[in-house]
């Protein structure tokens, strides 16, 4: 093994809030008076685009916080059922709904994010949902519908690859794979962003677990995987936007 790329002390430190009293905050991207990123990725020209089921069709059968927190654990098993599309819209609005756009520069989501400025997109790699066919999509909150983003061969072990061999990533009926766009971020908190970016991926994870159980769904987080082949699943470029999580769910 090589040396490791940061010390023990430095990985602390990204733990701790120091950084945010060393950033200059008269010269941030949005103190400089810069326009923030856009909200949401644009889809490219001509891409296929998938509209998902509006709340009122969701049927989903009631099940209390406290019923949901307490059921809630890491389910790696899953049945070999397929999700219906009103399942699907439901996990996607949970982890990254849009509940208000207060202008272009700013939503109002299902999860909190620092600043308001959620700095995720959410891929996924569809593997059996009824009446869509496998690849990798990538969800749009704003439009609340899918764009397909690549169609993969061999879809279920390219995604067991991405994942370090992890078969339940593969045996799922979707697996969510979530990218950091920094930029988002670093618009408003410079060097103060990557801290926080960890932990608005907790907050979108912890919605898809519960919420995967007033489904009859589970869900495992992964955060052990190949970056490149995860990036590359996605078709990112690893530096402005990369992978940062993955959940793959699937019926119990």
Not at 57 to 72: E, F, M, N, Q, V
Request: charged fraction near 20%; aromatic fraction near 8%.
């Amino acid at each position: 093994m090589g040396q490791p790329i940061i010390t023990r002390d430095a990985g602390r430190y990204f733990l701790t809030d120091r950084i945010r009293h060393e950033v200059d905050w008269w010269n941030t991207p949005q103190a400089r008076g810069e326009e923030p990123p856009p909200v949401q990725k644009p889809v490219a020209p001509g891409a296929m685009v998938i509209p998902l089921p509006p709340p009122a069709t969701w049927g989903i059968p009631p099940c209390s916080l406290a019923d949901g927190i307490a059921r809630r654990e890491s389910r790696r098993r899953f049945r070999a059922v397929p999700l219906t599309p009103e399942e699907l819209a439901f996990l996607l609005w949970a982890t990254q709904g849009v509940r208000a756009r207060l202008n272009e520069a700013a939503v109002l989501r299902t999860v909190p994010s620092a600043g308001c400025r959620h700095p995720f997109e959410t891929y996924l790699a569809i593997l059996s949902v009824t009446g869509i066919e496998p690849a990798v999509y990538r969800y749009l909150p704003l439009d609340h519908a899918l764009v397909l983003e690549r169609e993969v061969p061999d879809l279920a072990a390219t995604v067991t690859a991405a994942a370090h061999g992890q078969r339940f990533a593969g045996e799922a009926a979707v697996t969510f794979v979530w990218t950091a766009i920094p930029a988002r971020t670093e618009w408003r908190y410079a060097e103060a962003s990557y801290k926080v970016i960890a932990l608005d991926a907790g907050h979108v994870c912890q919605n898809l677990y519960l919420a995967c159980e007033a489904i009859g769904a589970g869900t495992c987080a992964i955060a052990a995987y190949r970056q490149a082949l995860a990036d590359e699943l996605l078709g990112v470029d690893g530096r402005e936007e990369f992978t940062v999580y993955l959940a793959p769910v699937g019926k119990v």
